[in-house]
């Protein structure tokens, strides 16, 4: 397996655009992104579990009945969602690709992200699309961009691996940001790959993926209502057809979640106001459903994160967390270390503190990637999850987002 | 029913006294309080549903096994927990109190609040009982004063009200600030009255109201590891004692009600780095359990609270909250309006936006206490939870608490 450059436009076939249409007052931030496929793809997607759906999730889904796609269009700066017209406006979005690239409008996936409850104007974008169309190359850069919101850098990654034989490449951008939360598919991810692979088992893939990557990523605890995280297969890589469970699927899961993994670092560790990235490793744990429910719940601690923005080695409060986790703990077993690039440090043993150095701890969590690492010491089921500090810039950002 | 000075003291046969023991390097604070009856009383405490228990609350419980106690004694600056001597610590703290004041050591309630696994030392505490006890006097807020942690201002309230004829008093102190969430018995919270009523009523009294007062605060999300609310009622006021459910019940618990939810309002408002409290209002659901999960959902929402301290008008946050909360909702059928002191406006009818003044909202949402009003308009069930914004002080307060 490799990494390479590329992004969602690396995987043979596939095209990408970005461009500021006008959704955003703010010129020289792009706001529109469309990723096209040359032929037809398997394609699946999982969606945000919030009640509240943003429209574009509901012609997606009805979109992806058949299992295939062969375009994405997602604008930033405007959620469409809790708005009387939302369906209408998705839905013309998906007939504005349909038009301009001659393909089915049952074949586009649509996305949206931004604010919530603010009418989307479908005249930027349609005025936009001859130029979103005409930027179509090897641009996932531009798309990556186009999907940002208050995201601080572009998430993108792509990477070959090998299939029966054939070479097949995947790739893939984010955004993330605010309003992320585990349970459900996060934020809005979208992936492209060469592999060919029926949409069932892609379908599975996605699926069985999510669980363990981007539903263990937490920034603040918010389920946003617009998350979706989509894949497109186009087989274009010529390997024989995946149709079902076997070492051709192993090596695809792998692949995939090589990429989704990467992408949930960077979620979290660009996560809103973020200045470090954490990652709980709960190890030892009776079960996978113990060792999750432990490792969400200190990453999406307050206390904890805060301790993390003061590189403050506060173990009690991650005890605290695991102790209000709701998961069945004995918490005189448990053992806790903070790690780094520059060392480890043990700070809790059978529940209680032991004698550290403060200036070690200290060190060791003054860097950018912190692992906070909890050992339950009850049996062989381990999970991790990432999330980031809590910042005064967090507070700034969401303090007055809309204006 | 009538509000009067005093807190603690205000019940005949309650005194009360605070002091700087030494446990808190500045010497400006206090750290060390102590409530104490003349005759022994009917007692009740609820606890921190956190798996990891303060050693406070492990020797509490069992000396309040006979509903019976006499006084309170309770040290900030140090939680007591996740010590290896914890139990050892909390037992010689009711011995002191035992010692001095000729009680026994199973009528003492032992409270400790402060930062998680550092060892309490003792001598500070016992070095400073001469000076505890011969403190005792009018002093609820010198009291309130000693358990008070990162609080801003000293919480106590006490009311008089009236019981088949004879005048009653009940009066609390409370402190709250951080690591403040619903689903256990809140933060750390001592009532005292001289109304006559046997343990068990007391006890179902507490436990009763706290389902809708302290469980529905929300600071931070973080469920403490030492909250306690504790009461202690000596029957000094000389009514019949209450021993069933009737009307000097329903008088008893409707005086219990307008302090414990007085002191909600000042923990939420009070909260780490609040600057508004937020009382947020649902009604119109279907069930009480559907109102309750949907007012802590919102009161829990780090973006609706970061919004509220930017005074954004940012509904579709609140939306949101809504959706995730868990609670089966039809969102299609949802109201929200923002209310305070300067009136009120309808922000969201069936779970879409109405054209609102931008200028009129942030009119309203600048004022101290924020009224968020939800309507399900799906039943009659109703419930109320209280919280606060998110600011830079909170981030700041938490980035290095320990030093």
């Given at each position: 397996?490799?990494?390479?450059?590329?992004?969602?436009c690396?995987?043979?076939g596939f095209?990408?655009?970005?461009?500021?249409?006008?959704?955003?007052?703010?010129?020289?931030?792009?706001?529109?992104?469309?990723?096209?496929?040359?032929?037809?793809?398997?394609?699946?997607?999982?969606?945000?579990?919030?009640?509240?759906?943003?429209?574009?999730?509901?012609?997606?889904?009805?979109?992806?009945?058949?299992?295939?796609?062969?375009?994405?269009?997602?604008?930033?700066?405007?959620?469409?969602?809790?708005?009387?017209?939302?369906?209408?406006?998705?839905?013309?979005?998906?007939?504005?690709?349909?038009?301009?690239?001659?393909?089915?409008?049952?074949?586009?996936?649509?996305?949206?992200?931004?604010?919530?409850?603010?009418?989307?104007?479908?005249?930027?974008?349609?005025?936009?699309?001859?130029?979103?169309?005409?930027?179509?190359?090897?641009?996932?850069?531009?798309?990556?961009?186009?999907?940002?919101?208050?995201?601080?850098?572009?998430?993108?990654?792509?990477?070959?691996?090998?299939?029966?034989?054939?070479?097949?490449?995947?790739?893939?951008?984010?955004?993330?940001?605010?309003?992320?939360?585990?349970?459900?598919?996060?934020?809005?991810?979208?992936?492209?790959?060469?592999?060919?692979?029926?949409?069932?088992?892609?379908?599975?893939?996605?699926?069985?993926?999510?669980?363990?990557?981007?539903?263990?990523?937490?920034v603040?605890g918010?389920?946003?209502?617009?998350d979706?995280?989509?894949?497109?297969?186009?087989?274009?890589?010529?390997?024989?057809?995946?149709?079902?469970?076997?070492?051709?699927?192993?090596?695809?899961?792998?692949?995939?979640?090589?990429?989704?993994?990467?992408?949930?670092?960077?979620?979290?560790?660009?996560?809103?106001?973020?200045?470090?990235?954490?990652?709980?490793?709960?190890?030892?744990?009776?079960?996978?459903?113990?060792?999750?429910?432990?490792?969400?719940?200190?990453?999406?601690?307050?206390?904890?994160?805060?301790a993390?923005?003061?590189?403050?080695?506060?173990?009690?409060?991650?005890?605290?967390?695991?102790?209000?986790?709701?998961?069945?703990?004995?918490?005189?077993?448990?053992?806790?270390?903070?790690?780094?690039?520059v060392?480890?440090?043990?700070?809790?043993?059978?529940?209680?503190?032991?004698?550290?150095?403060?200036?070690?701890?200290?060190?060791?969590?003054?860097?950018?990637?912190?692992?906070?690492?909890?050992?339950?010491n009850?049996?062989?089921?381990?999970?991790?999850?990432?999330?980031?500090?809590?910042?005064?810039?967090?507070?700034?950002?969401?303090?007055?987002?809309?204006?």
């Open positions: 397996m490799k990494t390479i450059g590329g992004g969602v690396a995987a043979k095209t990408a655009s970005g461009i500021h249409c006008g959704i955003r007052k703010n010129k020289t931030k792009k706001d529109l992104a469309l990723i096209y496929s040359e032929v037809q793809a398997s394609a699946a997607a999982v969606y945000t579990q919030n009640l509240v759906k943003g429209a574009p999730l509901t012609v997606t889904k009805k979109h992806l009945t058949n299992g295939k796609a062969q375009a994405v269009i997602c604008n930033s700066g405007n959620a469409n969602t809790c708005n009387a017209n939302g369906i209408e406006i998705a839905e013309k979005m998906s007939a504005l690709v349909s038009e301009k690239m001659g393909i089915p409008a049952e074949d586009v996936i649509v996305a949206s992200t931004g604010v919530i409850g603010q009418p989307l104007d479908i005249t930027p974008i349609a005025d936009g699309m001859d130029a979103l169309v005409a930027g179509l190359g090897d641009h996932s850069d531009d798309a990556a961009e186009g999907i940002m919101t208050t995201d601080t850098v572009k998430k993108e990654i792509a990477i070959t691996f090998e299939i029966g034989g054939k070479t097949c490449t995947l790739g893939g951008i984010a955004k993330g940001s605010g309003m992320i939360h585990p349970n459900m598919a996060t934020m809005l991810v979208f992936l492209t790959t060469d592999a060919n692979i029926s949409p069932e088992m892609l379908a599975k893939a996605l699926s069985s993926d999510i669980k363990n990557t981007f539903n263990m990523v937490s603040d918010d389920t946003s209502t617009n979706m995280v989509a894949i497109m297969a186009n087989g274009m890589a010529g390997n024989a057809e995946i149709t079902c469970e076997g070492a051709d699927f192993d090596a695809f899961m792998t692949a995939l979640n090589t990429v989704t993994v990467y992408l949930c670092r960077m979620i979290a560790g660009d996560g809103e106001g973020a200045t470090k990235l954490l990652e709980c490793t709960v190890s030892g744990a009776c079960s996978e459903a113990v060792a999750k429910t432990v490792a969400k719940s200190v990453i999406c601690s307050s206390l904890v994160k805060a993390m923005f003061g590189s403050d080695a506060n173990w009690g409060r991650v005890l605290c967390a695991i102790g209000y986790s709701g998961a069945d703990v004995d918490v005189n077993k448990v053992d806790v270390s903070f790690v780094s690039a060392g480890e440090i043990l700070v809790c043993k059978d529940g209680t503190g032991v004698e550290f150095s403060e200036e070690i701890a200290k060190q060791i969590l003054l860097e950018k990637e912190i692992g906070i690492d909890i050992r339950l009850s049996g062989d089921a381990k999970a991790v999850a990432w999330g980031c500090d809590l910042t005064y810039d967090y507070v700034k950002i969401n303090g007055d987002y809309r204006t």
